[in-house]
């Protein structure tokens, strides 16, 4: 959030150095920013700034300095609650809003915006002297869900991703057919999380104290039940007790879900086990965990 006297900054570190100093600090979202994503291969990242911010920025990469460069942005003024990358896209997910964007190498000039001061006094931009490409964007067709707020996305593949809503509504986006957005399912909650793990092919969705795994045999069929009970086998759910969780990440053997309680909590084979680890040092929500 933006502090009274500080402009919002995105900050990269170097994970093989003690230092808490960052190697780069990145100071063009205005407001505040929602989200950051590293591409797969790590050569761009991605920083979407609050609807008052209005803008997506993908930067460039230094793999030897870490340094960032703008690559290329756009404007993008819808209230965003997730961003992920899905192979050279990036999918933005939020309230009636489901956009794909392309990374490319277009040449056109993108919007640019005058940056301020928490005084008011107009700062010098820090773009490129060169041309930044435009992030073109697409959005995708809701159908029946185009009043639906969406909670989280994740992606599969290169060319699929899975979406989810604040209803627990389960839809699957495949860029191959027209970036259509099918609804295949429901979990019977609020989701606010999502994982993939993609070497055991099964997704993790998390909301309000419930925790359900769904194979990506049943999410590319569109043919697990809506609202089913617990006894789909495609389906496997955990109670994970009142807390909200705000993030989940898999890794081959494990998972680990992070709540509104400040608890970690570590599931493996796809169960939950009964107890959490309360870390002194989350005093305040933990929005992520990778």
Same mark, same amino acid.
């Given at each position: 959030?933006?502090?009274?006297?500080?402009?919002?900054?995105?900050?990269?570190?170097?994970?093989?150095?003690?230092?808490?100093?960052?190697?780069?600090?990145?100071?063009?979202?205005?407001?505040?920013?929602? *989200?950051?994503?590293?591409?797969?291969?790590?050569?761009?990242?991605?920083?979407?700034?609050?609807?008052?911010?209005?803008?997506?920025?993908?930067?460039?990469? +230094?793999?030897?300095?870490?340094?960032?460069?703008?690559?290329?942005? +756009?404007?993008?003024?819808?209230?965003?609650?997730?961003?992920?990358?899905?192979?050279?896209?990036?999918?933005?997910?939020?309230?009636?809003?489901?956009?794909?964007?392309?990374?490319?190498?277009?040449?056109?000039?993108?919007?640019?915006?005058?940056?301020?001061?928490?005084?008011?006094?107009?700062?010098?931009?820090?773009?490129?002297?060169?041309?930044?490409?435009?992030?073109?964007?697409? +959005?995708?067709?809701?159908?029946?869900?185009?009043?639906?707020?969406?909670?989280?996305?994740?992606?599969?593949?290169?060319?699929?991703?899975?979406?989810?809503?604040?209803?627990?509504?389960?839809?699957?986006?495949?860029?191959?057919?027209?970036?259509?957005?099918?609804?295949?399912?429901?979990?019977?909650?609020?989701?606010?999380?999502?994982?993939?793990?993609?070497?055991?092919?099964?997704?993790?969705?998390?909301?309000?104290?419930?925790?359900?795994?769904?194979?990506?045999?049943?999410?590319?069929?569109?043919?697990?039940?809506?609202?089913?009970?617990?006894?789909?086998?495609?389906?496997?759910?955990?109670?994970?007790?009142?807390?909200?969780?705000? *993030?989940?990440?898999?890794?081959?053997?494990?998972?680990?879900?992070?709540?509104?309680?400040?608890?970690?909590?570590?599931?493996? +084979?796809?169960?939950?086990?009964?107890?959490?680890?309360?870390?002194?040092?989350?005093?305040?929500?933990?929005?992520?965990?990778?």
């Amino acid at each position: 959030s933006l502090q009274t006297g500080y402009l919002p900054r995105v900050l990269i570190f170097n994970l093989q150095e003690s230092s808490d100093c960052p190697l780069v600090i990145l100071n063009e979202h205005t407001f505040g920013v929602s *989200a950051v994503a590293f591409s797969p291969d790590n050569r761009y990242l991605a920083s979407i700034g609050t609807p008052n911010d209005g803008f997506l920025y993908v930067w460039s990469i +230094n793999p030897r300095t870490g340094a960032a460069r703008l690559h290329s942005s +756009n404007k993008c003024t819808s209230f965003i609650r997730s961003m992920v990358w899905m192979g050279n896209s990036i999918i933005t997910v939020g309230t009636r809003h489901v956009k794909v964007w392309r990374v490319d190498s277009g040449q056109s000039s993108s919007p640019s915006k005058q940056r301020f001061s928490p005084e008011g006094i107009p700062l010098p931009s820090t773009a490129q002297s060169t041309a930044i490409r435009t992030l073109a964007g697409r +959005n995708c067709l809701l159908g029946v869900l185009v009043e639906t707020t969406f909670s989280c996305v994740t992606s599969i593949s290169e060319d699929v991703a899975i979406v989810c809503s604040e209803k627990g509504d389960v839809c699957l986006l495949d860029d191959n057919d027209g970036q259509k957005l099918i609804k295949v399912g429901h979990v019977g909650f609020a989701v606010t999380c999502i994982s993939a793990n993609i070497a055991r092919r099964f997704v993790c969705v998390g909301g309000r104290g419930r925790m359900k795994t769904i194979g990506f045999e049943e999410l590319l069929k569109g043919n697990f039940l809506v609202e089913s009970p617990d006894t789909n086998s495609g389906l496997s759910s955990s109670q994970l007790g009142s807390g909200t969780l705000y *993030a989940l990440a898999s890794t081959t053997e494990i998972c680990i879900a992070v709540n509104s309680e400040h608890a970690i909590l570590v599931s493996k +084979n796809n169960l939950v086990s009964q107890g959490s680890t309360p870390l002194t040092a989350h005093r305040d929500p933990v929005l992520g965990v990778r």
